[in-house]
């Protein structure tokens, strides 16, 4: 089955406690993106990838960091979490077609993680 | 940076009614996107438009692509409990996937 997933599905963290989670794709995406959701906020792209060793910041990259050293895997990564950042976190993933990232997204099913 | 405006915000309906919610932009868009959330999942895709004035249907769901590039609507026919959701257009205006922003949602809800 086609799909994104993204572990852990809930996670209660302490403030400055490095913290990683991971996303994985089996449709051979070459495009990968991670979103923070917030009430009120919609969706707030914090990283994303056009293809391994491809990334860039979104919107809201501060306090994140990602790699791409696979295309399959995109991990996030909170080198010292803070309490600003609890949030419900989406990786989603697509193909390209021809020059352009056209095609739409897939996402996971989130990650939702608590910082006290 | 851009920014998409999606309204309503939040619908209470009920069931049988019909659904209307859009989306603006100040910008020329190449692509709009509709999304549905459900409670505790991630959005999963509902239409896709690519074209100016393009008019797509997806059973109940029909949505438009503006003839201006600049906005896009979706209509839920006859809506039923399982409606329920948040419901995100997203628009990509530069070709490249790394464009792709979001509205911040219309939450609709629906009395049986």
């Known amino acids: 089955e086609a799909q994104v997933t993204q572990n852990p599905r809930y996670l209660i963290t302490v403030t400055g406690k490095k913290l990683t989670v991971t996303c994985s794709q089996n449709?051979?995406?070459?495009?990968m993106s991670w979103y923070r959701q917030d009430p009120g906020l919609g969706l707030r792209q914090i990283y994303y990838?056009?293809?391994?060793?491809?990334?860039d910041k979104g919107d809201v990259p501060e306090g994140y960091k990602v790699s791409r050293k696979e295309k399959r895997n995109f991990p996030l990564i909170l080198e010292s979490p803070s309490p600003n950042q609890t949030s419900l976190y989406f990786c989603?993933?697509?193909?390209?077609?021809?020059?352009?990232?056209?095609?739409?997204?897939?996402f996971g099913n989130g990650t939702r993680l608590t910082v006290t | 940076g851009q920014q998409l405006n999606q309204s309503p915000q939040s619908m209470f309906i009920q069931e049988g009614e019909d659904v209307s919610m859009n989306c603006t932009s100040s910008?020329?868009?190449?692509?709009w996107l509709w999304y549905k959330q459900d409670p505790g999942e991630g959005p999963v895709l509902l239409i896709a438009?690519?074209?100016?004035?393009e008019l797509t249907s997806n059973g109940r769901l029909t949505a438009q692509f503006g003839i201006t590039r600049k906005d896009s609507f979706l209509n839920i026919s006859a809506s039923i409990p399982s409606d329920v959701g948040i419901y995100f257009c997203?628009?990509?205006?530069?070709?490249?996937?790394?464009?792709?922003?979001f509205g911040k949602g219309t939450k609709l809800s629906v009395k049986p």
């Open positions: 438009l690519y074209k100016a004035g």
């Open positions: 910008s020329i868009f190449n692509t």
């Open positions: 997203a628009g990509n205006y530069g070709g490249s996937q790394g464009n792709l922003i």
């Open positions: 449709m051979n995406h070459e495009y």
């Open positions: 989603a993933s697509s193909s390209r077609q021809g020059s352009s990232y056209n095609s739409p997204l897939h």
């Open positions: 990838s056009m293809n391994v060793e491809v990334t």
